[in-house]
């Protein structure tokens, strides 16, 4: 079965501090892959998105970027994080070229930047 | 593009109430319908879909049927317990590419709040 792991799961930073989320996929192969933020009650804001390694696709402009250096790996990072940037991350996955675009959510982290 | 809406809440409502949460859509064609649970402070889970017009998808005791007519999928339950205090959002594919990047588009959520 898959599954879909992050880390950390909690991260306090100060202001203009680096940061680097990691999410892996177990169980599958060329998954889509998907980094979504949710601010303090809130929906989900699609931040990125990758249909294969190396493959960034960005919604929204902002300080932070993703990378895919493996199949089935997905970073999160900023250079330098802004408190806006405070929220929980969520990673997720759906199968390749699936049809009926389900997406499977890993546990999420909680990012508070300080 | 496709787009969606949901209620607002908070809803709160007392143990065994009946729930409905309403979901409407904007879509081209008949795209699959989705309900994810988010439970406090977790990631979001799929709860139900629905992959063509009038399918009834369920899980848990939740029903949501696809109707084409009202472009809706609205999320009910007969009696809500206490552990369904969550976030509902209801979702459908993003139909911005010609959905092959497998992309869906999330309603803002509505939070239910069940009293004992």
């Known amino acids: 079965s898959q599954t879909i792991h992050q880390w950390p799961a909690t991260l306090v930073q100060p202001v203009g501090s680096p940061l680097s989320l990691e999410c892996t996929v177990e169980?599958?192969?060329?998954?889509?892959l998907y980094w979504y933020r949710q601010a303090a009650g809130r929906g989900l804001q699609l931040l990125f998105y990758s249909v294969g390694i190396g493959q960034i696709s960005s919604e929204v402009p902002q300080n932070l970027s993703a990378s895919r250096p493996q199949d089935r790996q997905f970073i999160l990072s900023s250079k330098k994080l802004l408190l806006s940037d405070s929220g929980f991350y969520l990673c997720a996955w759906s199968g390749y070229r699936v049809r009926n675009y389900e997406q499977y959510f890993g546990p999420g982290t909680r990012l508070t930047v300080t | 593009g496709n787009s969606v809406t949901q209620m607002e809440g908070p809803v709160t409502l007392s143990e065994e109430a009946f729930l409905t949460i309403n979901c409407t859509y904007t879509?081209?064609?008949?795209?699959?319908l989705f309900w994810y649970v988010q439970y406090p402070g977790e990631g979001l889970q799929l709860l139900l879909k629905a992959t063509k017009a009038d399918d009834k998808g369920s899980n848990k005791g939740f029903e949501a049927t696809y109707r084409k007519e009202t472009t809706s999928f609205h999320l009910e339950k007969g009696s809500v317990q206490v552990s369904d205090s969550a976030v509902y959002f209801c979702a459908l594919p993003w139909d911005r590419y010609g959905g092959s990047q497998g992309n869906l588009i999330f309603g803002k959520g509505t939070k239910l709040s069940v009293k004992p």
């Open positions: 169980g599958t192969s060329n998954p889509n």
């Open positions: 879509a081209t064609g008949y795209p699959s």
